[in-house]
């Protein structure tokens, strides 16, 4: 059992012509590596008609609506995260009841508010009631504002973690981008907080570093945009860890922190 | 057989990097299955003369059979020509250069001067885009990253050069490869460290457009774990041909006359 707790499909209503070339490929490069299981989400039409980061609830609605479509047609490998823009409160939270009802399994907060910003609290309080975790994008030690992001760091996410000790929140793709090690030292003593080890970022020394950091426990295994990546964490682990915690880290955790019954093995 | 043309042996100043001593670059060769590595010293990237480091890189080769050397050469520091005839004269597998750590510009006359007298002395040039993602680079490495147009420059200026450049993605490869007449873009050999797998599948892509005989291995170990480079093609359909031309087929290419 191998569960991907960070992947992204396209839809017909994005800027990529390819998007169904590229869902294949996930789903091929997937079988190839032993991926029982794609939790994906997305980020409302990629930016056809509204940013990326900041979807309009409109484009919000498609993008889930557009999972919703492809966990049906894949009942046995496809899971979803209902994604939400939080300044948009009031639809925000509508969308995640009715993505929740529908079989969506997590809640996906990427950038368009802070970690920390209240707005995001309502949020989790419906993500602790229907217990589902949040996973949050992070750039790993933000130092200044990106374009097109309102990106947060893992202090500002353990922020929003320590206002909701019942809610798991997976920290996103350590190997994604900024300094894994400054974000490894945040989470450590935050306990509802794991570390999701997709992102294209293969540095020697990271995964040593997590598991020092958070132990074999908290972690899950990932893949976001690059597959390849996560096929070479993947092997990397196996030496590095105990079959016992690789089993953790491959799908035990993942079991543990998605809803009962999210996966065919619960 | 399958060759690494981008390895380091010596520690990284921006961050704590484990394996980074020669026997423990011999021990992550064997456990992704590489027969031999390219070996550049990673500290001497960082000095006022990388050349300085060559004496060490030699001598712990000479010590190893699967490591082939990579000595750093500084264009713009006296006597920089004996390190291009020393590597030349002896076991070397190209010869490195980075400009944008020495101050120096990439396509500049000194850089020319190099290509042309790697040309002459019949050594690769070998050029890496970057060594770290820009994302998380030290507040203080705040050297430029090698540019596409240099490439392209350089491999314009003498037409007997041949330069082995690592670390690039897809659009540095594509904006080269294109940007270059045929005869100079079969000059020019890139490491498939950086480039994406799928599902954007651009290796697979780059494999079709840009050719298969473009392509070497390469990791950036230690600085990366190698496995990502193995996990890369293996994620492609490849005949048992194209496998062993990317991984040990082409790099020996580069050195035929």
Not at chain 1, 10 to 37: C, Q, Y
Not at chain 1, 53 to 77: C, I, K, M, W
Not at chain 1, 131 to 140: E, G, I, K, S, T
Not at chain 2, 21 to 37: K, Q, T
Request: charged share 25%; proline share 7%.
């Amino acid at each position: 059992m191998l569960i991907d707790v960070h992947a992204h499909f396209f839809h017909p209503r994005t800027p990529r012509a390819d998007w169904r070339e590229r869902n294949d490929s996930r789903l091929r490069a997937g079988d190839k590596m032993g991926v029982s299981i794609h939790v994906a989400s997305v980020l409302g039409t990629w930016g056809l008609t509204s940013p990326v980061y900041f979807p309009s609830p409109a484009d919000v609605t498609a993008g889930n609506e557009a999972l919703l479509v492809l966990q049906r047609e894949h009942p046995d490998s496809i899971r979803g995260y209902a994604c939400v823009n939080p300044n948009y409160t009031t639809h925000a939270l509508q969308e995640i009841e009715r993505c929740l009802r529908a079989g969506l399994v997590g809640v996906k907060l990427a950038a368009s508010r802070r970690a920390d910003d209240p707005l995001l609290d309502p949020i989790c309080e419906l993500a602790g009631d229907g217990r589902v975790p949040v996973l949050h994008h992070v750039w790993q030690h933000r130092r200044r504002d990106w374009p097109g992001q309102e990106a947060s760091d893992a202090v500002e996410l353990c922020a929003l973690a320590a206002r909701h000790p019942n809610v798991q929140f997976i920290l996103a793709h350590i190997g994604g981008g900024g300094d894994w090690e400054h974000s490894l030292g945040v989470v450590r003593d935050v306990p509802n907080v794991l570390v999701d080890l997709s992102g294209s970022g293969v540095d020697g020394g990271m995964l040593e570093a997590c598991v020092a950091a958070v132990g074999p426990e908290r972690l899950l295994w990932g893949s976001d945009l690059t597959m390849d990546t996560g096929w070479a964490k993947l092997r990397y682990l196996e030496r590095l860890l105990s079959r016992e915690d690789l089993e953790r880290v491959k799908w035990k955790n993942a079991a543990r922190v998605f809803p009962r019954g999210a996966f065919p093995s619960d | 057989m399958r060759i690494d043309v981008n390895a380091f042996v010596g520690g990284y100043p921006f961050r704590r990097v484990p394996g980074t001593s020669p026997d423990a670059l011999l021990l992550a060769m064997d456990r992704v299955g590489i027969d031999e590595a390219w070996v550049s010293h990673l500290p001497s990237v960082f000095w006022r003369n990388p050349a300085d480091g060559n004496a060490w890189l030699y001598e712990t080769a000479a010590k190893e059979g699967r490591f082939k050397p990579v000595p750093a050469v500084h264009p713009g520091f006296p006597g920089w020509e004996r390190v291009v005839a020393e590597a030349a004269a002896g076991d070397a597998a190209a010869v490195r250069c980075d400009p944008t750590y020495h101050g120096l510009d990439p396509a500049g006359a000194e850089l020319r001067a190099l290509a042309g007298t790697c040309a002459a002395a019949g050594v690769p040039l070998q050029l890496a885009v970057r060594f770290e993602d820009g994302r998380q680079r030290h507040p203080r490495d705040g050297a430029p990253e090698f540019p596409a147009a240099a490439v392209r420059a350089l491999v314009r200026c003498d037409a007997k050069v041949r330069i082995v450049v690592t670390h690039a993605d897809r659009g540095f490869i594509e904006e080269v490869h294109f940007g270059s007449t045929p005869a100079d873009a079969a000059r020019v050999w890139w490491d498939v460290s950086w480039i994406w797998g799928p599902p954007e599948d651009h290796l697979a892509l780059l494999l079709d457009t840009v050719g298969v005989e473009r392509f070497v291995f390469g990791t950036g170990q230690p600085l990366r774990i190698p496995e990502a480079s193995v996990a890369k093609l293996d994620l492609l359909e490849l005949t048992v041909e194209q496998r062993a031309v990317l991984e040990s087929g082409n790099v020996q290419r580069i050195h035929e006359p």
